[in-house]
């Protein structure tokens, strides 16, 4: 496969409802799509869903721009590939910036799989027909905001819910969660809030019967997890701290989790994510996939990744209605009874609504062979 030519637009979109984590608040998002045209005509898109500040990882939307535009675009469009992760491997000559490059190896997938006549979630390995959802939940600004946001989830049939935690909003909305949905499988994400002072708070959450913690520490302390985990019942979850294969080895060799979360985004892509998958599978660890807020194109993306069968955990794949009036899709991802379906036909099974990505975006580039 050759690509001719690459789009790149940055697309702005409002949330809903303010989303806050332990970082920073946002009401608006901006991803960059990216769509790649091969010499026969066929397109993949795919989508760098960075959050606009460096606050999740060391990329920022402009950080993906500047290195897509730059150094992706250029080394896509000198490629000779046969599959995805060939094209992946010479993308992997960036260090780093994973968003960045998820789009671009999305955008490959997406562009192979529809040219092989066959849905993407077969292409990487998928075998379900329908994926779990669940829900994650920003910080409110009342634990009584927080209840109605849980009920209002819970009615809709997700299947579970997360709490965003951060320093003083943690043990009491948890319990007031707890109290109020017995029931309702529960976990919790720190976005690496905390550090190894705050051992007796994470032991109380410890006793609340959750799922599992999300990434409590910061990414970069793989032997203090391991230590963590061995005081805690409650699986740890990595998140932040996997952005390479070689985190995770290092991870499973520490044991500084029981269960991984895989984002597409994180881990540069879907190659990765669906190498991540496997080893986890290999190590008996349950693995779910993770999002970043994504439009219609990255979340098509993460429900065809959900289809693989390591994913025994639901999945932050919630209905794009979950975070957008009108999605970037000609169809929205909807989750009925806490269930998305895995389209059936080639591709990524979503295509954009050009003319509404048209009316959102605030800046093009394109460059062609
Ligand atoms: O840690 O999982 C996270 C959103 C932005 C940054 C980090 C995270 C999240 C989410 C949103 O939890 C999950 C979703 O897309 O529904
Ligand atoms: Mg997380």
Redesign the pocket.
Known sequence: TRVESVELRRVRLPLVHE?Q?SSHAKRFLEHILVALTATDGTVGWGEIAS?SGPF?SAETVESCWAVARDHLAPLVLGADWDHPADLAAVLAKVRGNQFARAGFDMAAWALWSSAQGVPLASALGGTRATVEAG??LGIEPTVDDLLTQVRARVAEGYRRV?L?IAPGWDVEPVRAVRAAFPSVPLHV?A?GAYGKSDLPLLVKLDGLGLLMI??PYAPRTLADLADLQRQLDTPICL??SVEELDDLVTALRLGAGRIL?I?VSRMGGLTTAVRAHDLAVEHGVPVWC?????FGIGRAANVALSALPGFTLPS?V?GSD??YARDVTTTPIVATDGLVEVPAAAGLGRSPDLDFVQANTVARWHSQS
Request: net charge negative; aromatic share 12%.
């Open positions: 989303f984590t959050p999740y829900v994650s997360k965003k994400d976005n999300e990434q998140d932040e979360n984002k993770g999002g970043m807020h994504e932050d919630s979950k975070y």
